[in-house]
């Protein structure tokens, strides 16, 4: 089994974009690597957020950081999806916050760990069936201002609707002077 990667952030529009809601402000969106049921991108994942594997997000945070350079964009920090605080402590990290934490340091950017707040405790969005934009509508609140006029990297684990990198992403862009490019470490069709 193989990771298969994705090379969205070799391309000018990617399949991220067209599920986006959120078009103005967003400069670019790319995923690392396909996701697929039952494959070694699901087990990576699981043995990183559920078995504490934090190896396995250094591993990401690398792969991240090579994949930006690669875009040719210029970025001033990296912003987190966030857990709400419960399930935070329940699982005792966030595996996005590895992940962007070990891509910051290799690309000697800031990290902003406090820009974004989950308010609402959603269940987890992949064991929704239904409308998952409806379930994040006013789940996530800005905590901290961002210096105007950068460029910085929003990053979620995996993008599979949008739902959640749209709700982050509008709430940002509305109430903030930034743009944004987004990026996920897995993409699930």
Same mark, same amino acid.
């Given at each position: 089994?193989?990771?298969?990667?994705?090379?969205?952030?070799?391309?000018? %529009?990617?399949?991220? /974009?067209?599920?986006?809601?959120?078009?103005?402000?967003?400069?670019?969106?790319?995923?690392?690597?396909?996701?697929? !049921?039952?494959?070694?991108?699901?087990?990576?994942?699981?043995?990183?957020?559920?078995?504490?594997?934090? /190896?396995?997000?250094?591993?990401?945070?690398?792969?991240?950081?090579?994949?930006?350079?690669?875009?040719?964009?210029?970025?001033?920090?990296?912003?987190?999806?966030?857990?709400?605080?419960?399930?935070?402590?329940?699982?005792?990290?966030?595996?996005?916050?590895?992940?962007?934490?070990?891509?910051?340091?290799?690309?000697?950017?800031?990290?902003?760990?406090?820009?974004?707040?989950?308010?609402?405790?959603?269940?987890?969005?992949?064991?929704?069936?239904? /409308?998952? !934009?409806?379930?994040? /509508?006013?789940?996530?609140?800005?905590?901290?201002?961002?210096?105007?006029?950068?460029?910085?990297?929003?990053?979620?684990?995996?993008?599979?609707?949008?739902?959640?990198?749209?709700?982050?992403? !509008?709430?940002?862009?509305? %109430?903030?002077?930034?743009?944004?490019?987004?990026? !996920?470490?897995?993409?699930?069709?």
């Amino acid at each position: 089994m193989d990771l298969t990667p994705t090379y969205f952030n070799l391309l000018d %529009e990617t399949p991220l /974009e067209q599920k986006m809601a959120v078009k103005r402000g967003i400069k670019q969106s790319f995923a690392l690597y396909y996701f697929e !049921s039952t494959g070694l991108m699901e087990k990576l994942l699981y043995a990183l957020k559920y078995q504490g594997n934090k /190896e396995i997000g250094h591993f990401f945070g690398r792969k991240l950081a090579t994949a930006m350079v690669a875009t040719k964009e210029d970025y001033d920090g990296i912003i987190w999806v966030p857990l709400h605080v419960k399930r935070r402590r329940k699982r005792g990290f966030n595996q996005v916050d590895i992940i962007g934490k070990t891509a910051a340091k290799a690309l000697g950017i800031p990290y902003y760990d406090a820009v974004l707040v989950r308010t609402k405790n959603t269940p987890p969005l992949s064991k929704v069936n239904g /409308e998952r !934009s409806a379930i994040l /509508e006013n789940a996530f609140e800005i905590k901290q201002q961002l210096p105007v006029g950068k460029h910085y990297l929003l990053l979620d684990d995996i993008f599979t609707t949008g739902a959640t990198l749209n709700a982050c992403a !509008s709430l940002l862009l509305e %109430e903030t002077a930034i743009s944004l490019s987004i990026a !996920s470490v897995a993409y699930r069709n």
